[in-house]
């Protein structure tokens, strides 16, 4: 019985020994490119706010620029440790924190001269989105709405009568607007916030670092250090008292 017991003991010393394990030197994070964001040369609010989280912890940040539906391949593929932007549990494949890092203004892009959509009416209209962001899945009143792969064709699908509205994030249909002549001829309306988390790798080190990234973002919250990244980039700060989104 002692004999038994003492295996036990070392069995569940060796086992919370596994749980805890430290986090890897470095966390490779894959995204988009968006603009002021997540730019290809490793500037933007995102990578700053993430390297905040993980390099005063040790991890350094090594990030990675690829098309959206690409990153989480290359997550999936154990080729990286996190893919940066998605919504709360938007691939069962991947390890979700409890925080989440910023949130989306979700915008719905139109002619000027159409109706003005509502969060309950959105889904009544054609809608479109780029390749990979399945925004049915978020926005209650939508069931569906045409996938596009590149955001550069946008105004003449809404010019051409294609579609009603184009749903993105704030600044991505700024930069859609921004292509075009005239921009006097579209509106944009929001609709929606939605909570922006990293989705981490299922492995031992995604576990570890998933763990890290939840305690550092507790603290960094609780003491405000992530105040002056959002106001640098003169964004709206996505966190209340108890880490909620505004």
Known sequence: MVMKT??????????????????????????????AYTEADGTGLAWDVLRQVFEPAGVRVVPQTVPYSRAIGLVRRGEADAWVGSYQNESPDNLYPRWHFDVDHIYALGLAKGPAPTAATIGHYRLAWVRGYDYARYLPSVSDGREVQRREGILPMLEHDRVDFYIDALTEVDYVIGQSDQPQRFRRTHIAELPLYLA??????????????????????????????????????PFTANGQPQ
Request: glycine residues 6%; without cysteine.
């Open 6 to 35: 003492a295996l036990l003991a070392l069995w569940l010393l060796l086992s919370g020994a596994a749980v805890a394990a430290p986090a890897p030197a470095q966390v490779r994070l894959v995204s988009e490119q968006w603009q």
């Open 200 to 237: 981490f790798a299922d492995s031992d080190a995604g576990r570890a670092l998933r763990d890290l990234f939840d305690r550092r973002m507790g603290q960094l919250v609780r003491s405000g250090e992530l105040k002056p990244i959002f106001e640098r980039w003169q964004q709206p700060y």
